[in-house]
């Protein structure tokens, strides 16, 4: 059984996606949500599907051996960032080495680093008359938006696009393909 960590900080529509796609599975399982954020709407939705939390309080945190030993406690092979808006620290990335991956809600490399999230990326793509838009799903290394991409795909801009009809274009993307590619990844 291949034991997943989602680390998320907000509505968490995909983390909630990824936690029902392994649900019946007998090899992946996802076992941990981590977020930095009580609050979040991914914790109440990892707690109504009777997935452990964790909360993690700042960057510090997650590179301390304390939190990499418990995720080796609870026997994490694979780390899912999905909406997760702390950097990961350089010791996180060398105790799981090609096994953290993110998604980015644009076609890396344009549209991403620091401060590139949410409506921001959206936002930034109009305005440039960009004729594409779509999704990343990434290694992770330690710069934002930066690892060996893996997984692209796109959709159209049409005209007249605005802000909320393209977050929600790429949402279904991100429903779509993430908990796929994650299980192809797993299965290698
Ligand atoms: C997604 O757009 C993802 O690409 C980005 O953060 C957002 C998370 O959305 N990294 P949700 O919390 O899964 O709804």
Redesign the pocket.
């Known amino acids: 059984m291949k034991r997943i960590a989602i680390f998320?900080s907000?509505?968490?529509?995909?983390?909630e996606a990824i936690i029902k796609h392994f649900k019946k599975s007998d090899i992946i399982k996802v076992a941990l949500v981590v977020s930095n954020k009580a609050d979040a709407e991914?914790v109440l939705k990892a707690e109504t599907n009777n997935i452990k939390v964790e909360l993690v309080k700042d960057k510090n945190q997650l590179e301390a051996t304390e939190f990499i030993d418990f995720l080796s406690n609870e026997k994490i092979d694979f780390i899912v960032?999905?909406?997760f808006l702390l950097l990961i620290p350089a010791k996180l990335i060398e105790a799981f080495p090609n096994k953290i991956i993110?998604?980015?809600?644009a076609l890396l490399p344009k549209y991403g680093g620091k401060g590139m999230?949410?409506k921001h990326v959206h936002e930034a793509v109009i305005k440039n008359r960009e004729a594409e838009s779509g999704?990343t799903i990434h290694y992770v290394n330690e710069h934002f938006d930066e690892g060996e991409i893996i997984f692209k795909t796109s959709c159209a801009i049409d005209k007249g696009e605005t802000i909320e009809l393209l977050q929600k274009k790429?949402?279904a993307l991100?429903l779509e393909h993430y908990a796929k590619v994650i299980e192809k990844l797993l299965q290698k």
Not at 102 to 105: L, M
């Open positions: 998320a907000g509505t968490g529509t995909n983390a991914v960032l999905a909406g993110n998604i980015h809600p999230y949410g999704i790429i949402n991100e």
